[in-house]
Antibody
C-alpha cells in the first residue's frame, strides 16, 4: 500500500521560501505516476500547484509558476515543493498526491512574522 | 485562466438523488474526475475518467459527461455522503484545475 507523508516547517516568514518534502513509501517514485502538490487555504477550495514525473518533467499552475519549483529525488524516493516570496495568501494545508491514487494527510503551513 | 464552475451548495433529503454539476470549456475533450472531501481529511477520488468508479466506492456514486458539463450523481444519498465535492480536469495545455467545490447537505 503506497503512502505519502508531507514534512516541512509549519511556519514561514513573509517574503521567505516555503519548502516541503513528500516521502513515498510502499512503492517506487519511478512508477508511471505524476506526483502532484495541491493546497487548500483555510475554509476554501482545492488549488492545483503543479506536478512532476520521475524523469523530472514538470507542469505548473500558471498563476504560481514564477514562484514554484517542484523537484524529485529518486534516491530518497521523495519529491519536493519550493514556493518563494510567500505572503499570508499562501497560508494553506498543502497536500502531496498521486492525484488519482494516493494522497498524503496534508500539512498546514502558516505564513506569518 | 481555465476555470471549472460548480454550484456552491446542493441539499437533498436522505434517499433522494443528488446531482452536482461541473462546467468547463475544455470538458468536451478532457476527462472529469470527482473527489469527496470530509472535514479535516484529504480528498478521496469517487469517480475517474468521467464515469468510472474506483474500487471501494459505493455503487450509488456515478458520473457522466455531456458537452461542456460533467455531472456527479449520488443515487439514494446517505447522511454519510455529506461532504464537499470537487471536480478536477485539465485545460487544453494539460494544466490541472479544480472546481470551486460543492457542499452537499443531506438532511
Amino acid at each position: 500500500q503506497v503512502q505519502l507523508q508531507e514534512s516541512g516547517p509549519g511556519l514561514v516568514k513573509p517574503s521567505g521560501t516555503l519548502s516541503l518534502t513528500c516521502a513515498v513509501s510502499g512503492g517506487s517514485i519511478t512508477s508511471s505516476n505524476w506526483w502532484s502538490w495541491v493546497r487548500q487555504p483555510p475554509g476554501k477550495g482545492l488549488e492545483w500547484i503543479g506536478e512532476i514525473y520521475h524523469s523530472g518533467s514538470t507542469n505548473y499552475n500558471p498563476s504560481l509558476k514564477s514562484r514554484v519549483i517542484i523537484s524529485v529525488d529518486k534516491s530518497k524516493n521523495q519529491f519536493s515543493l519550493k514556493l518563494s516570496s510567500v505572503t499570508a495568501a499562501d497560508t494553506a494545508v498543502y497536500f502531496c498526491a498521486s492525484l488519482f491514487d494516493y494522497w498524503g494527510q496534508g500539512t498546514l503551513v502558516t505564513v506569518s512574522s | 485562466s481555465y476555470e471549472l464552475t460548480q454550484p456552491p451548495s446542493v441539499s437533498v433529503s436522505p434517499g433522494q438523488t443528488a446531482r452536482i454539476t461541473c462546467s468547463g470549456d475544455a470538458l468536451p475533450k478532457k476527462y472529469a474526475y470527482w473527489y469527496q472531501q470530509k472535514s479535516g481529511q484529504a480528498p478521496v477520488l469517487v469517480i475517474y475518467e468521467d464515469s468510472k468508479r474506483p474500487s471501494g466506492i459505493p455503487e450509488r456514486f456515478s458520473g457522466s459527461r455531456s458537452g461542456t458539463m460533467a455531472t456527479l450523481t449520488i443515487s439514494g444519498a446517505q447522511v454519510e455522503d455529506e461532504a464537499d465535492y470537487y471536480c478536477y480536469s485539465t485545460d487544453s495545455s494539460g494544466m490541472g484545475v479544480f472546481g470551486g467545490g460543492t457542499k452537499l447537505t443531506v438532511l
